[in-house]
């Protein structure tokens, strides 16, 4: 079974470069974020032609995920439960794998996989009240998914959570040192969500130094390599077992008129 995600930065424009990849890479679930599209005008019939299923959580102009599915979603959910937000970043769904095709259809705690596609806010700047507004957000999905986790331990968190880990992940780690996506209040909530037993499955594997997710547009940034790890998968322990690679796929960088992030894949054996 294999997993992906990847800020489209709109669907509108880049629906072609979506599907040319499905055709080059079927996945069994995809996670898409930034839609910049409301519900009515996402392209169910477009992805349906594709041999695909599609569940959104639209809004127009920003925000707005997506998950596009070979079986079908069952229980989908929609934003944070318990966490009062009128932006559309979290789509939830159950998906039967392909060692237990019998997974409830209602989604019954316990059966097939459960897939979190989240995209997370920018924050604009330290200090700013959009800044304030990333943090409380991070603290309502850790207080949901404690909870989800219970019930719910076969469980992939995946999207674009706009914090990199450490160093690593920033091409000037000097430059960008308590600049946003590199403050240490963001990197203590990602590492908040490890905590919980959720595992980063880029770094269960061996990866070129200068791993990158998602590059500025300006000054030649994919070019050069001037980028960050921002995309994650976070996969739960009970799922840590069966995770036999990940990796990024720089290849729809280079497409013309590209997202400026790059899809990210998990393969999981047994599944």
């Not at 959580?57 to 596009?68: C, D, H, R, S």
């Not at 840590?240 to 497409?255: E, F, G, L, M, Y």
């Amino acid at each position: 079974m294999k997993l992906a995600t990847w800020n489209i930065n709109s669907l509108t424009v880049r629906l072609p470069q979506v599907l040319d990849w499905l055709g080059a890479n079927p996945v069994d679930v995809l996670a898409l974020q930034e839609l910049k599209m409301s519900d009515d005008k996402f392209p169910h019939a477009a992805f349906a032609a594709a041999g695909y299923h599609s569940s959104c959580f639209g809004q127009k102009t920003y925000n707005g995920v997506a998950l596009i599915s070979r079986a079908p979603a069952t229980d989908v959910v929609r934003n944070i439960p318990g966490f009062s937000d009128d932006m559309a970043r979290v789509i939830s769904a159950s998906f039967a794998s392909g060692a237990d095709t019998s997974a409830a259809p209602d989604g019954t705690p316990g059966t097939g996989i459960r897939v979190v596609g989240g995209y997370f806010p920018n924050g604009q700047e330290p200090g700013s009240d959009k800044f304030e507004y990333k943090l409380a957000w991070l603290k309502g999905l850790r207080n949901w998914l404690r909870a989800e986790l219970t019930v719910r331990p076969k469980l992939v968190l995946m999207g674009d959570f706009n914090i990199t880990f450490d160093d690593a992940d920033v091409w000037d780690p000097e430059g960008m040192r308590d600049q946003i996506h590199c403050t240490d209040e963001e990197r203590y909530e990602l590492n908040a969500l490890i905590a919980l037993d959720l595992i980063d499955a880029h770094r269960l594997f061996p990866q070129p130094a200068k791993s990158y997710s998602w590059w500025d547009y300006r000054d030649f940034g994919f070019r050069r390599n001037h980028g960050m790890r921002i995309d994650h998968i976070l996969v739960s322990g009970a799922l840590k077992p069966q995770v036999s690679a990940c990796w990024i796929d720089k290849t729809p960088r280079k497409n013309e008129r590209p997202s400026d992030h790059a899809p990210v894949v998990v393969e999981l054996k047994g599944s």
